[in-house]
């Protein structure tokens, strides 16, 4: 007879909320040597994609707060990652812009995320990584 706890546990929602911490988790330990968190990650590629980009239509973009957009910003900023200047289209908005500096710390926890992922699948055969990757993929875009 199965436990409560046994049938919760086998739930492919919880498997793959525990999975997902773990790379979670692999992924942060990773890039912590570039001194960045996953937020801070996140902000400083989707700056590096959509830049020069309104700090508010950043926080939009990524569905972050504005009080806290502020403080990863800052964050950013002090490291030399970005730069926050007067919107040439609305003087009243800040634009963010990613340094050279951030495109090189960029390139950089790509190959770390990279790393951090191949520990996550490592138990998986190469033709099984591509199968689960595909099978996740199509769960993401289900709508």
């Given amino acids: 007879m199965t436990s409560a706890l046994q049938y919760i546990q086998s739930l492919p929602a919880w498997l793959v909320g525990r ?3 773990r790379g979670r988790g692999l992924v942060t330990d990773a890039i912590a040597g570039e001194g960045l968190k996953l937020a801070h990650h996140a902000v400083l590629a989707a700056t590096a994609e959509y830049g020069p980009v309104a700090q508010a239509d950043l926080g939009r973009r990524l569905a972050v707060d504005p009080k806290d957009m502020v403080g990863i910003l800052n964050h950013l900023q002090k490291a030399g990652l970005v730069l926050r200047a007067p919107d040439p ?3 009243r908005k800040n634009a ?3 340094t050279a500096e951030g495109v090189a710390v960029l390139g950089r926890c790509a190959a770390l ?3 951090a992922n191949s520990r996550l699948l490592a138990p998986l055969a190469p033709d099984e990584q591509n199968q689960l990757i595909a099978l996740l993929t199509r769960l993401h875009e289900a709508p």
């Fill in 19 to 21: 999975v997902a911490a």
């Fill in 113 to 115: 995320a990279e790393g």
């Fill in 89 to 91: 289209a609305d003087r």
């Fill in 96 to 98: 963010v812009t990613v």
